[in-house]
């Protein structure tokens, strides 16, 4: 695993993802997805119990709720560093404008491929869902999703990653 250095204190920034608030339909499966954020951002599960360093959250800032925002909001009100926030610039999955320019703006890609180079550890929290397919893991049980490709992006770059299906 890689740290990234701030200041003297040695960091592990964790990239927290997910589908959007419209996905979270089932109250237990929400409850359990803010579950699962708590024990990670306090390493109180078995992927970051290890963790030395002091943790740092990546998310997306997702304007449509879901995971993103669950994550944010349970950081701050567990008062950890302020988070590492990807909001896009603009709503839509491709870029808009002309790169180099004023006008250009980052979409949901850009964005999340930020997200893959920043982060050191990757956690995609969906909701189990058995008739969705998702197109980035290529199976059934859970909804496609910006997560799914920001994680798939970490892989690329050999980083570690985990998909966690709330059942």
């Known amino acids: 695993m890689v740290s990234s250095t701030m200041g003297e204190k040695e960091m592990t920034k964790i990239v927290i993802v997910g589908p959007d608030e419209k996905e979270w339909d089932n109250e237990n499966q929400y409850k359990g997805a803010i579950k699962t954020i708590r024990k990670l951002l306090l390493k109180k599960d078995n992927y970051t ?3 030395k360093d002091e943790i ?3 998310t997306g800032s997702c304007p449509y709720g879901g995971i993103d925002k669950l994550a944010e909001y349970e950081a701050r009100k567990l008062k950890m560093k302020e988070p590492e ?3 896009p610039e603009v709503n839509k999955w491709n ?3 002309r790169k180099g320019t004023s006008s250009y703006k980052k979409g949901y890609r850009t964005r999340n491929m930020d997200m893959a180079y920043s982060g050191d550890i990757g956690f995609c929290i969906v909701p189990y869902k058995s008739s969705k397919r998702c197109k980035h893991h290529n199976c059934y049980g859970h909804p496609s999703n910006g997560g ?3 994680i798939k992006e970490m892989e690329k770059l050999k980083k570690e990653t985990h998909l966690i299906i709330i059942w």
Request: charged content about 5%; glycine content about 6%; hydrophobic content about 40%.
């Open 95 to 97: 870029d808009s404008g």
């Open 85 to 87: 926030l990807h909001p």
């Open 148 to 150: 799914c490709f920001t």
């Open 56 to 58: 740092i959250l990546v």
């Open 49 to 51: 119990q290890n963790i």
